[in-house]
């Protein structure tokens, strides 16, 4: 039962988070290597798929079909996009700048929610939103006189994300398990991208196997170890912990590219954090798991 221990539910983020960054770190590697992003996305996720299949299996004991298989297709498609233009964004700009705006995912949902199901949205989450937003002003810097593409399409990446977490929990309703989700969200991305790398293939050469297959083991790392993090503590808990990764980003950019973010992107950084953890704060209601979910599936 989440909460029973809090404390571990809080080093499996923590851990989760540490593996996404270092991953990004990889990806961004062999993004600068000039090998297609599609092909990136491919060999990730079969190294990763490779790994998690065992426990896969066994989570899904050969009911294979899921409940809904529109809304599965569809979350696993939305994911694929989400995850191409956070890749590409990695190639472009900052790490830390791309991870901290593909984590604009929880100012988005309000937003989507409002507009696709007229949910309301308190006060409270009016003030988050809007502070979070005001946060991203200052990291995407309009005052030099341009915005960056590699920025935008972090930005796209984190509403992708939004409208995948709001599919995690229509699937949640319908009692689809994570496994069978994140099972064709694998066995798709893996189909898709195999297709799309056909016309412009590239073979990856030398240390590239490597960044591919280590990225793959840590994006395993990621889900076994954020599915782990809600079995000892609730959404709520965890929630706040999830930016950590933007302070790893940061780490990743500075040891190994010698990049350091500018006083704007820090300020900005600590807006978005803060106004995220001001959301993620308990108010009578928890915050719902499937939120928080939907940044593993």
């Known amino acids: 039962m989440a909460d029973q ?5 809080i080093f499996f983020i ?3 988070f540490l593996a996404y960054a270092i991953m990004s770190g990889f990806v961004k590697a062999c993004s600068l290597s000039d090998l297609p992003v599609q092909e990136i996305i491919f060999f990730q996720n079969i190294f990763a798929l490779v790994i998690l299949l065992p426990w896969l299996l066994k989570a899904i004991n050969g009911d294979w079909l899921p ?6 297709v569809s979350r696993a498609l939305l994911g694929l996009l989400s995850f191409y233009l956070f890749f590409v964004a990695v190639k472009l700009v900052p790490l830390v700048n791309a991870v901290l705006l593909q984590n604009t995912t929880p100012f988005f949902i309000p937003l989507l929610a409002l507009i696709f199901f007229r949910k309301k949205i308190t006060l409270r989450v009016w003030i988050s939103v809007m502070i979070g937003f005001v946060g991203v002003t200052l990291v995407l810097n309009p005052g030099r006189g341009f915005l960056r593409s590699g920025d935008l399409i972090a930005l796209a990446a984190g509403l992708m994300s939004a409208i995948t977490t709001i599919l995690v929990g229509r699937l949640d309703e319908k009692k689809e398990t994570i496994q069978i989700i994140l099972f064709y969200l694998f066995t798709i991305t893996i189909l898709v991208t195999g297709l799309w790398s056909i016309p412009n293939w590239q073979t990856p050469l030398g240390i590239l196997w490597i960044y591919l ?9 990621f889900q076994v ?3 782990m993090s809600l079995k000892f503590a609730s959404a709520t808990t965890i929630a706040p912990f999830i930016y950590m990764v933007v302070v790893f980003s940061g780490i990743v950019d500075w040891v190994v590219w010698h990049q350091t973010p500018g006083l704007l992107t820090v300020v ?3 807006v978005v954090i803060g106004s995220g953890i001001f959301s993620a704060l308990p108010n009578g209601k928890r915050t719902s798991t ?8």
Do not use: D, E, T, W
């Not at 221990?5 to 539910?9: A, E, I, Q």
């Not at 409940?67 to 599965?72: F, H, I, P, R, S």
């Open 5 to 9: 221990k809090p404390l571990v539910g």
């Open 225 to 227: 170890f954020f599915v």
């Open 290 to 297: 499937n939120s928080v979910r939907g940044r593993s599936a």
């Open 268 to 270: 900005g950084a600590a």
């Open 14 to 16: 923590i851990a989760a």
């Open 67 to 72: 409940k809904n298989k529109l809304l599965v």
């Open 213 to 221: 297959i280590v990225s793959g083991i840590l994006y395993a790392v």
